[in-house]
C-alpha cells in the first residue's frame, strides 16, 4: 500500500523535474497538425556538416497527403551559448500526388548566417488548409572562415 507521504514526494519531484525541463522547452511554436492532414519523415541536411555562410538542404519524405501540398512551413531556433535567435520561412511547393507513388521527396534550401547549434522544424501545407506533423533536425554549423575559404561542403555522389 502506497501512503499519502509518499504520493505527496513523487508528485514533488514530479514538479521539480517539470519546472527544471520547461527550460528547455522548444523556442518555436508550429501549427498543430490536422488530423487528416499529409505525413511527413526523415528530416535530414544534406550536406549533413556546413559552415556559415553555406547552403544546405533540408529535404524529407512526404509519405501520404490526400490533396495537393502547397506550402512549406520552416522555422529555426540557433543556439550559441546562453544566446538564442530564431527564423521562419514559408516555401511555395510545386507537388501534386502520383497514385503510382505514394511517397515523395520535398526540398527547402536554408543558408545559416552564424554558427552554432541550429534546431530546424518543418511542417506542410495541402491545398484544403490542412497540416502535416512537424518534424526537427539538428545542424552544427562551424564558423566562417575570416581569410580565403575553402569551398562549401557539398552532397556526397
Not at 552554432?116 to 501545407?125: A, K
Amino acid at each position: 500500500m502506497i501512503r499519502p507521504s509518499t504520493v505527496c514526494g513523487y508528485v514533488s519531484v514530479a514538479v521539480l523535474l517539470f519546472m527544471g525541463f520547461g527550460g528547455c522547452a522548444p523556442l518555436v511554436t508550429m501549427e498543430e497538425p490536422s488530423p487528416h492532414g499529409p505525413r511527413i519523415s526523415h528530416l535530414r541536411f544534406v550536406p549533413a556538416e556546413t559552415r556559415a555562410g553555406c547552403p544546405v538542404s533540408a529535404r524529407f519524405q512526404l509519405e501520404a497527403a490526400a490533396d495537393d501540398v502547397v506550402s512549406t512551413r520552416c522555422a529555426w531556433v540557433r543556439r550559441h551559448g546562453r544566446s538564442a535567435e530564431q527564423g521562419r520561412s514559408t516555401l511555395p511547393v510545386e507537388w501534386s500526388p502520383q497514385r503510382d507513388d505514394p511517397t515523395e521527396e520535398l526540398e527547402a534550401r536554408f543558408t545559416p548566417a552564424d554558427s552554432g547549434t541550429y534546431y530546424y522544424y518543418v511542417q506542410v501545407g495541402d491545398r484544403a488548409g490542412r497540416l502535416s506533423n512537424v518534424l526537427r533536425a539538428t545542424l552544427s554549423v562551424d564558423p566562417s572562415w575570416t581569410n580565403s575559404a575553402p569551398p562549401c561542403p557539398t552532397a556526397g555522389p
